[in-house]
């Protein structure tokens, strides 16, 4: 999921420390067989682009450039040059690096890729944008494979009677303007499933959830209550004092390492009926 803190600078800046943090928790959760799936239709047709929308520093090319072998060209956007400026991969010398906006430069890219994908995107998107996006993907007949699109739920083993206000408020957030259009938010990965399979693609929707536990994913854990609760107390000032008592207890457990969490999130295929 996308989240804010010392994480999203300003709106729709996210921190490179914040994508640091995240990458492991992401790489563990995805839906690997969608990726392999679409790896070997990707080799027998003889695909060879791939274009990420909002790359950040390029963890998706880095979980994706091993398992794709076949591919010769990897085009990263995004719209903050800092943080494409420290994409990289082992073994992938020189990916091109397009500084630009999803909704111009990135749905103009898709004209020139086999293959469009995206990670931790779709629940900052419009439908409109994602409309767009599909309309492009279909005229130039590319796969799409989006992954890790937070999906609503947030669950704890260990419930507190204040989880539902901090999940419900988050979602509603979650759901605001995002630079480009009213974000779907949890609905995203449902909404590009339609939206494809309405444009005459096979689909294939897979949970991605992150399961987080113990002391290795504590301080994701902690950084991302920090957003919700930046997030929710922005929504609901009136709640502040409820929702900061919530973060105070929450933390006591997760600094002791004592805590799991899912926090849902889903990946979604895309494949032209005849690739
Ligand atoms: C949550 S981050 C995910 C980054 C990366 N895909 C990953 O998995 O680590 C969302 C990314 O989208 C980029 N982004 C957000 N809005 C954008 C826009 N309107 N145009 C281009 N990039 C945008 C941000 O700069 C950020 O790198």
Same mark, same amino acid.
């Given at each position: 999921m996308c989240s804010r803190l010392g994480v999203l600078v300003s709106d729709e800046v996210f921190s490179a420390d914040w994508l640091a943090l995240r990458e492991a928790a992401d790489h563990r959760? $995805? /839906?690997?067989? @969608? #990726?392999? $799936? @679409? =790896? $070997?239709? =990707?080799? #027998? /047709? =003889?695909?060879?682009h791939v274009l990420d929308l909002g790359s950040g520093t390029g963890s998706n090319l880095r979980y994706l450039a091993p398992r794709w072998p076949w591919v010769r060209s990897w085009t990263l956007l995004d719209h903050d040059a800092r943080l494409l400026g420290a994409a990289s991969a082992p073994g992938i010398a020189d990916p091109i690096r397009l500084v630009g906006d999803l909704a111009a430069e990135g749905v103009d890219a898709i004209s020139s890729a086999d293959v469009v994908t995206a990670s931790a995107l779709l629940d900052l998107v419009s439908e409109e944008w994602m409309t767009r996006v599909v309309d492009a993907c279909a005229a130039r007949g590319a796969a799409a494979l989006f992954t890790l699109s937070y999906d609503g739920s947030i669950d704890w083993r260990d419930e507190d009677p204040d989880d539902g206000l901090v999940r419900e408020a988050m979602n509603a957030h979650q759901r605001r303007e995002k630079g480009i259009g009213r974000a779907l938010g949890p609905d995203a990965t449902v909404v590009a499933d339609r939206l494809f399979r309405e444009a005459g693609y096979k689909t294939c929707l897979r949970p991605s959830p992150w399961i987080l536990n113990g002391l290795k994913d504590r301080e994701l854990t902690l950084a991302l209550m920090q957003g919700w609760i930046e997030a929710s107390i922005e929504l609901r000032p009136t709640d502040a004092d409820r929702l900061r008592a919530w973060q105070s207890r929450r933390a006591a457990t997760v600094q002791a390492g004592a805590y799991e969490v899912m926090v849902g999130h889903c990946d979604v295929l895309a494949v032209p009926s005849d690739p």
């Open positions: 959760s $995805r /839906a690997h067989e @969608l #990726a392999d $799936r @679409l =790896g $070997r239709t =990707g080799q #027998a /047709a =003889g695909w060879t």
